[in-house]
């Protein structure tokens, strides 16, 4: 998939797109906070581009995407997916996203109804509807804490689970346990990456963006029943942000819910052949159960 730069008014949103095929239809992937477009597993980006154009890009501050001071807003991170749809000739998209991509992916079908053919929410917490939410407050977080204890660790149970977490995590050492945590479906979102790390900690720390992302400015409970697209929501049973698929599948008028048994917050990437399951138990998207078969055989 080779990258190319899309430009949106002045921001510079770095793209990878696969091969245009005959179908005419396209995917675009949104990916959440703390990562970058490398998020979507191989496996499920290939199973896509059998038969379609598949586009994913670096949201703004992330990747290889430019980080402006100020714009984080859902508007402004709305005319990124508009300006790679636009730059690719893309009419409509099926757009799957995750985490904190979900808002975006549901205020784009908000706001521009006509781009949108149908939606994937991949374990999208949507701040608007589902509030705070402490690390303590989290239903499995007292048995990950008792394995971080028999391994002489402990975390602050008060940290909030927002953008700030990676950040105030990177100090804590999880060589020890992380196998075994995640395992379990425990979403350690640490900074890796050396790289990437430090542009995450600028984007927190110097830009407008914890300020832009704490709002979630538009994207409200009472209009979530405007979405009328098809949509997905894929969420893990053991994921902090279940209560957000909940609240959406009783406001949405057209949902349909997947749950993985096991699953923790990044089950696309962890978990890319449940997933795949998934998305094909969904006709919409048109992802068939024997080719996921195949390909995960």
Same mark, same amino acid.
């Given at each position: 998939?080779?990258?190319?730069?899309?430009?949106?008014?002045?921001?510079?949103?770095?793209?990878?797109? $696969?091969?245009? =095929?005959?179908? #005419?239809?396209?995917?675009?992937?949104?990916?959440?906070?703390?990562?970058? *477009?490398?998020?979507?597993?191989?496996?499920? !980006?290939?199973?896509?581009?059998?038969?379609?154009?598949?586009?994913?890009?670096?949201?703004?501050?992330?990747?290889?995407?430019?980080?402006?001071?100020? &714009?984080?807003?859902?508007?402004?991170? +709305?005319?990124?997916?508009? /300006? !790679?749809?636009?730059?690719?000739? +893309?009419?409509?998209?099926? =757009?799957?996203?995750?985490?904190? #991509?979900?808002?975006?992916?549901?205020?784009?079908?908000?706001?521009?109804?006509?781009? !949108?053919?149908?939606? $994937?929410? %991949?374990?999208?917490?949507?701040?608007?509807?589902?509030? +705070?939410?402490?690390? &303590?407050?989290?239903?499995?977080?007292?048995?990950?804490?008792?394995?971080?204890?028999?391994?002489?660790?402990?975390?602050?149970?008060?940290?909030?689970?927002?953008?700030?977490?990676?950040?105030? %995590?990177?100090?804590?050492?999880?060589?020890?346990?992380?196998? =075994?945590?995640? /395992?379990?479906?425990?979403?350690?979102?640490?900074?890796?990456?050396?790289?990437?790390?430090?542009?995450?900690?600028?984007?927190?720390?110097?830009?407008?963006?914890?300020?832009?992302?704490?709002?979630?400015?538009?994207?409200?409970?009472?209009?979530?029943?405007?979405?009328?697209?098809?949509?997905?929501?894929?969420?893990?049973?053991?994921?902090?942000?279940?209560?957000?698929?909940?609240? *959406?599948?009783?406001?949405?008028?057209?949902?349909?819910?997947?749950?993985?048994?096991?699953?923790?917050?990044?089950?696309?990437?962890?978990?890319?052949?449940?997933? *795949?399951?998934?998305?094909? /138990?969904?006709?919409?998207?048109?992802?068939?159960?024997?080719?996921?078969?195949?390909?995960?055989?």
């Amino acid at each position: 998939m080779p990258i190319t730069g899309v430009s949106n008014q002045g921001v510079k949103i770095s793209c990878r797109s $696969t091969t245009p =095929v005959e179908s #005419g239809r396209t995917a675009l992937f949104i990916h959440g906070l703390n990562t970058n *477009l490398a998020f979507w597993h191989p496996l499920i !980006v290939r199973q896509l581009a059998a038969d379609r154009l598949v586009l994913c890009y670096d949201q703004r501050g992330h990747g290889g995407s430019d980080m402006p001071a100020t &714009g984080y807003t859902l508007d402004h991170q +709305v005319g990124d997916a508009l /300006a !790679v749809l636009d730059a690719h000739e +893309v009419a409509a998209a099926d =757009v799957i996203a995750h985490s904190f #991509g979900a808002g975006v992916a549901l205020q784009l079908a908000r706001k521009h109804p006509d781009r !949108v053919r149908t939606i $994937t929410v %991949l374990d999208g917490r949507i701040r608007s509807i589902q509030g +705070v939410v402490r690390l &303590g407050d989290w239903e499995h977080f007292p048995r990950w804490s008792r394995q971080l204890a028999d391994a002489g660790m402990t975390v602050d149970p008060t940290w909030e689970i927002d953008c700030r977490l990676p950040v105030r %995590l990177e100090a804590v050492d999880f060589s020890r346990v992380s196998g =075994v945590l995640e /395992a379990d479906g425990f979403f350690v979102p640490r900074l890796t990456n050396k790289r990437a790390g430090q542009k995450y900690r600028r984007l927190i720390a110097e830009t407008t963006a914890f300020e832009d992302y704490d709002r979630c400015v538009g994207l409200t409970r009472d209009v979530l029943c405007e979405i009328h697209q098809p949509t997905l929501l894929v969420y893990g049973t053991h994921s902090p942000f279940v209560p957000s698929c909940e609240i *959406l599948a009783a406001e949405m008028p057209n949902v349909h819910v997947e749950l993985i048994a096991g699953a923790g917050h990044n089950f696309p990437l962890s978990l890319p052949e449940p997933t *795949l399951r998934a998305l094909a /138990a969904w006709p919409p998207l048109g992802v068939t159960t024997s080719e996921v078969s195949e390909l995960t055989s």
